[in-house]
């Protein structure tokens, strides 16, 4: 037997009488759970959105905290300088000769 | 007065048709499932090999041709429309099931102690199904459209959106594949 009469006779000669019911039922019940194609998109823009505010602020709040993390020991350091030396500083601003006038 | 474009009467007849679909009319769309539900149930068979499966992707097809019947324009046929639809859900159906690999190749296809129960002309057809699983996807969708279709060559043309002498190259080549492949296991069945 030829390969096209083989299967031609493997062929569907008839459907399903149910499936027209069966597709309106698929249908109604896509009805029922639609949503507008925009809300998709939608979503997909608020995600990148959402993940785009992430990035930044953990840029933001890590820069900061670095710049933060450098003033305060330039102020710490300079503050202890200051507290141990702060006669021997100012007195070199005045010259000896002052105190003894 | 301008006289616009006027499309023809089978054009016409098309968007119409389309038109009612996408606004709900029941009785249009039966009309349209009843006309297309066998065609489309050999051509997703035809490609799977399952009716089951063919009909659930059946059902997908139409309702992907319901919900999109508002964008068809009427720049090709209705039916060539609706056998692209169907051809494209099916073959991504095959890639995303990987019913390639789920399929057993030829090659490894053994005659067993239970095929011996088979009558020979059923083994013949499983053999051949398989063959047809491992054509080139163009090839195989020309081979099922001209034989579980019965479609002519020029429809398929139109269809797979190529020339007439391509469709038959493409038809040509595959049923000489399928000749070769077949070749030796049906020697081994008749013995």
């Known amino acids: 037997m030829k390969i096209e009469e083989m299967l031609m006779k493997d062929r569907i000669e008839e459907a399903n009488p149910y499936s027209f019911a069966r597709l309106e039922a698929k249908i109604d019940a896509n009805r029922k759970q639609y949503l507008p194609k925009s809300f998709g998109v939608a979503v997909r823009l608020a ?3 959402v993940v785009l505010l992430l990035g930044a602020n953990a840029y933001v709040v890590f820069s ?5 993390r450098e003033t305060a020991q330039r ?8 507290s141990d030396n702060y006669y021997d500083v100012l007195a070199n601003y005045y010259p000896e000769e002052l105190f003894f006038e | 007065m301008v006289v616009p474009f006027i499309k023809g009467n089978r ?12 606004q709900g009319d029941k009785q249009v769309f039966e009309t349209f499932f009843n006309e297309y539900n066998l065609k489309l149930l050999n051509l997703c068979y035809g490609m799977l090999h399952n009716r089951a499966e ?6 997908e097809v ?7 019947a508002k964008y068809f324009k009427g ?11 169907a051809i494209n859900k099916t073959i991504s159906h095959i890639r995303k099931k990987k019913i390639r690999n789920i399929f057993i190749p030829l090659e490894n296809i053994q005659v067993s102690d239970t095929d011996s129960d088979w009558n020979e002309q059923e083994l013949k057809l499983k053999y051949l199904k398989a063959a047809i699983d491992s054509l080139p996807a163009k090839q195989r969708t020309a081979m099922v459209l001209f034989t579980y279709d019965q479609m002519p060559q020029k429809d398929i043309a139109e269809v797979m959106n190529c020339s007439l002498a391509a469709v038959e190259v493409m038809i040509h080549r595959a049923k000489k594949i399928l000749k070769q492949k077949l070749e030796t296991k049906y020697k081994e069945i008749e013995q």
């Open chain 2, 75 to 85: 720049n090709a046929k209705l039916s060539t429309w609706v056998y692209r639809i």
């Open chain 2, 62 to 68: 139409f309702i992907e041709i319901f919900n999109n």
């Open chain 2, 11 to 22: 054009e016409m007849e098309d968007l119409v048709v389309a038109k009612k679909i996408a």
């Open chain 1, 64 to 68: 900061q905290t670095s710049q933060i």
């Open chain 1, 75 to 82: 102020d710490s350091s300079y503050e202890k300088f200051m």
């Open chain 1, 47 to 49: 995600f990148c959105a």
């Open chain 2, 54 to 59: 063919a009909e659930d992707l059946v059902q």
